[in-house]
């Protein structure tokens, strides 16, 4: 995650982005932690993302870190200048692990603005740790996360899922929609 220049202070959209990043590099590695110990007692992946998905949903439920985060805050313009920059530091490559993406101006209709993540710290993370098949499941927590600030996001393709990218399109106060619905979900 890139950081903001020496001197200068970071927004607070910015602070909540690299929070965020932190919470999800912590939950991905106990995610993988619980993940073991369920395949070590003969239970499923399925098995496995649907707790872990429940899991997200309480949380984001029950804390505070979305406290006084008001969804159009979340993608107001700073908001997108912090992706923006997110962008453009990401582009260099400088960590192998990291993240990469290209911020997708929006047209106000169809959607505020999107992110296009060309390659992923998780699915990355899970690939050296030989569990690709969990990367899906920890994905789906970015729709509670949406839910929460009503933030709209909307995803057709995902890298963990094989795709080419994946594309965050953001509209504040559309339902959310996933590219994917395990089963555990349409129950």
């Known amino acids: 995650m890139p950081v903001s220049a020496p001197g200068k202070t970071p927004t607070r959209g910015y602070a909540t982005l690299i929070l965020m990043t ?10 993988l ?20 998905y429940r899991a997200v949903e309480a949380v ?3 804390t505070d870190v979305f406290s006084g985060v008001d969804g159009r805050m979340a993608q107001g313009k700073a908001a997108q200048n912090d992706f923006k920059r997110m962008a453009a530091a990401s582009q260099k490559r400088v960590y192998p692990g990291d993240w990469v993406l290209t911020f997708v101006e929006g047209d106000g209709r169809e959607f505020d603005f999107g992110v296009d993540y ?34 709209g996001l909307v995803r057709t393709t995902t890298l963990a899922r094989g795709g ?16 994917w619905t395990p089963d555990f979900l349409k129950e």
């Open 22 to 31: 932190l919470n999800v590099l912590c939950l991905s590695a106990g995610s």
């Open 164 to 179: 080419p990218r994946c594309d965050f399109r953001y509209k504040n106060g559309r339902p959310i929609q996933m590219e």
């Open 118 to 151: 060309t390659e992923c710290g998780l699915v990355k993370f899970y690939h050296a740790q030989g569990a690709d098949e969990l990367a899906p499941y920890l994905c789906l927590g970015d729709f509670p996360i949406s839910k929460a600030l009503d933030t």
């Open 33 to 52: 932690a619980f993940y073991r110990a369920m395949m070590a007692h003969g239970k499923s992946v399925q098995d496995a993302g649907r707790i872990i």
């Open 60 to 62: 984001v439920s029950q």
